[in-house]
């Protein structure tokens, strides 16, 4: 085990400075605060006293920042609109010396924000009660597009490796990934996919990162708690992506990586199986899997290490990430 964490523990200090690019839907994160007062004359709802906003990037923006929190330098791959929820994501980033030259600004898209509205008494931690979801999907616009391939292939010069985080906005379209893959894969370059509903319409990467609902939507299956139909499962879905790698992610019940021509590794959840919030936490586990990988690691060290990574981001409270610092504390722990 000391070796396992010592080998760990030396790819996590090769994290810092390397350069990752995140291609995907890029979202605005609102959060309202307030103060619970009373229920309301009007209807039987919740007054809340306004209290604060808070920003922060969700979708592709997560892995960026999960990415910056570990040392790495991410390069950002998307479209905004030129309103004033793109601004704040182009400011957010500028703020945290992360680049932003491909990230185009669209004057006919509107920027998705997901607004969460936490409140609570006075003095207690505040619970969500509400989110609206203020959703528009990316044009299908030729020149648009254009962008887009471009930004991908002078990123394919500079990066060690390429993130795809499709929330299914249609920043990522599978005749833009056919266009670039061969060029990343002539490379040597990891590509790595989390597609949150159209897993299926993408190929060759060379990792994806689903996790269990997810599988069961893209192949008709349910899961449950039957290791015969996970392993029966992930074989099917490796061969159907023809990829050589393939980590599901699986909860409190942790991950499960797939490769040709080896047996499935089942690794346990990380710590204690009381989760906390799990929002967030697919972002973090292919942040640090991409990572290893783009660092040299083998697909099982590079799960190992998402697996920790993830037990940590559980524990807290919201969409969160971790440093260096913290994943290699709980490698040792």
């Not at 689903?210 to 299956?221: C, G």
Request: charge should be positive; proline fraction near 5%; include cysteine.
């Amino acid at each position: 085990m000391e070796k396992e964490a010592s080998r760990l523990i030396g790819l996590v200090d090769r994290f810092a400075g390397q350069k990752v690019a995140v291609w995907g839907d890029f979202i605005l994160d609102e959060y309202l605060f307030g103060r619970t007062r009373r229920i309301s004359r009007e209807a039987p709802v919740l007054i809340i006293g306004y209290e604060r906003a808070e920003f922060s990037l969700g979708g592709a923006g997560n892995s960026v920042l999960n990415l910056a929190a570990l040392g790495a330098s991410p390069l950002p791959i998307g479209v905004v609109g030129q309103d004033e929820p793109g601004r704040k994501i182009v400011d957010f980033l500028r703020g945290r010396s992360i680049p932003t030259r491909w990230l185009v600004r669209f004057g006919a898209h509107q920027t998705p924000i997901k607004m969460r509205i936490l409140a609570g008494e006075e003095n207690t931690r505040k619970q969500q009660v509400l989110r609206i979801d203020k959703e528009a999907a990316v044009p299908g616009n030729e020149g648009l597009k254009r962008k887009l391939h471009a930004a991908l292939v002078e990123a394919s010069g500079r990066c060690a490796a390429l993130l795809v985080s499709d929330y299914n906005y249609m920043t990522v379209r599978p005749d833009i990934y056919a266009g670039i893959l061969p060029l990343y894969r002539k490379r040597g370059l990891p590509v790595t996919l989390d597609s949150r509903f159209g897993l299926l319409r993408f190929s060759g990467m060379t990792a994806a990162t689903p996790n269990e609902p997810e599988v069961e939507d893209a192949l008709k299956v349910e899961l449950g708690d039957n290791p015969a139909a996970l392993r029966k499962t992930g074989a099917a879905l490796l061969k159907r992506l023809g990829a050589p790698a393939l980590l599901i992610t699986r909860g409190s019940r942790g991950l499960a990586l797939f490769e040709k021509r080896r047996q499935p590794f089942l690794l346990p959840v990380h710590g204690s199986t009381d989760i906390v919030d799990v929002t967030g936490a697919g972002d973090t586990v292919i942040s640090v899997f991409t990572l290893a990988l783009a660092c040299g690691a083998g697909f099982r060290d590079a799960a190992r290490l998402a697996n920790i990574a993830g037990g940590v981001v559980v524990m807290k409270k919201g969409t969160a990430t971790l440093t260096a610092q913290e994943l290699k504390h709980a490698i040792s722990a």
